[in-house]
């Protein structure tokens, strides 16, 4: 009986810890490209860099930890089987008021492309992301 008032809390402790490491998962490479006639901004990230391209401008930055696991954070959250079949609010980039934007998410072998969309108004659920790439890139949309 004393054993088990130990080793209870141990495992519920042990479980816990687990969940909360699944929540947050570990990705290869973050992709956005939006682009239309004439204009392209692409920003990929990869381990602890982040580069950015555009017509006027190239670079890499470093990644802090926080803002790597913000990013693991933001994708974590996110149903990535589900993000080819979300709806995209608008549909400014067919008459190109609005660049055609697209993410692309690799994870091990696996790679999760999500819908095209305007760029600066994605699905919901892609938002966080958009702005966290932009935010961390300091590009202009």
């Known amino acids: 009986m004393k054993y088990l008032k130990i ?3 141990v495992v519920f402790l ?7 490491q699944n ?9 956005y490209k939006a682009q239309t006639r004439g204009s392209l901004i692409q920003i990929t ?4 860099k982040l580069n950015y391209k555009t017509n006027q401008v190239e670079g890499t930055k470093e990644i802090s ?6 990013f693991k954070k933001v ?5 990535l089987e ?15 008021g609005a660049l055609h934007a697209e993410f692309t998410i690799k994870i091990g072998d696996r790679e999760y492309k999500s819908i095209t969309f305007d760029a600066g108004n994605p699905p919901t659920e892609l938002k ?5 790439l932009y935010s961390i890139s300091k590009i202009k949309e």
């Open 23 to 31: 929540i947050s998962k570990n990705f290869d490479t973050i992709a």
């Open 82 to 96: 589900r993000i080819a079949d979300l709806t995209a609010p608008s549909e400014k980039r067919i008459t190109d």
């Open 14 to 20: 042990l479980m816990v810890n687990c969940t909360a």
């Open 65 to 70: 930890k926080e803002e790597l696991e913000e």
């Open 45 to 48: 990230v990869e381990d602890d």
């Open 7 to 9: 080793m209870t809390p």
């Open 75 to 79: 994708i974590g959250g996110l149903n």
């Open 128 to 132: 966080k992301l958009e702005d966290l």
